[in-house]
Structure formats: C-alpha cells, structure tokens
Nanobody, 127 residues
Framework: EVQLQASGGGLVQAGGSLRLSCAASGFGFILDHYGIGWFRQAPGKEREAVSYIKNSDGKIYYADSVKGRFTISSDKPKNTVYLQMNSLKPEDTAVYYC??????????????????WGKGTQVTVSS
C-alpha cells in the first residue's frame, strides 16, 4: 500500500514562501512509476489541481493561478516531491493535498482517479 505524507504547511504573510513536501512510501514503491500531484481545497470551494509532475518523463503541469510562483520538483532517491510556493497570496489559502497516480495516462487537471491520497496540510496566507 502506497502512503503519502504531506508536510510543510503553515501561516505566512502575503508575499512570503513555503515549501511543501510529499514523502511517498510503500513496499516496492518506485517514484518513476507514479505521477504526483498537488491539489488544494479552500473552505466552500471544490478541490482544484495546483501542479503535477509525471516522474517517468518529467512532464510538469501548473494551474494558471500559480504559474511563475510555484515550482514542483522530485527527489527520486528520497521518494519525495516538493512544491516550492513563492509570492504567496491570500487566495492561496487552502488545505493542500498530495496524491499519486500510477501510470502515464493521467489527464490534467482532474483530481478524481488519483490512486492514493495523503492527508492535507494547511496553508494560510495573511494579508
């Protein structure tokens, strides 16, 4: 069973930065076999895709709202995916989740169909 552990959330002022981590584990887990996505959900809003990295070929996707501010990356030896978030805005406030998709046919930016989810980490950006 694949397990995902998201961490790194917190309270930050607008314009600040945070780095989220998603540590993956499980018997025989190989990060190259999975894509990892970051999704977020604000109160009263639907869950939305933030970024996704397909580890087999390095293809990356970003939501338009975070392009130029957020960067996703993988550390394969550590089975960890990071989301560096810069120039944070109050509208980035949400619970952030990481999720894994096994295979190469993930369709951006849909969150349903992801195979494994981690517990969320709260990001709060004050104005």
């Amino acid at each position: 069973e694949v397990q995902l552990q998201a961490s790194g959330g917190g309270l930050v002022q607008a314009g600040g930065s945070l780095r989220l981590s998603c540590a993956a584990s499980g018997f025989g887990f190989i990060l190259d076999h999975y894509g990892i996505g970051w999704f977020r959900q604000a109160p009263g809003k639907e869950r939305e895709a933030v970024s996704y990295i397909k580890n087999s070929d390095g293809k990356i996707y970003y939501a338009d709202s975070v392009k130029g501010r957020f960067t996703i990356s993988s550390d394969k030896p550590k089975n960890t995916v990071y989301l560096q978030m810069n120039s944070l805005k109050p509208e980035d406030t949400a619970v952030y989740y990481c999720a894994a998709y096994e295979g190469s046919d993930y369709v951006w930016p849909y969150y349903y169909g992801m195979d494994h989810w981690g517990k969320g980490t709260q990001v709060t950006v004050s104005s």
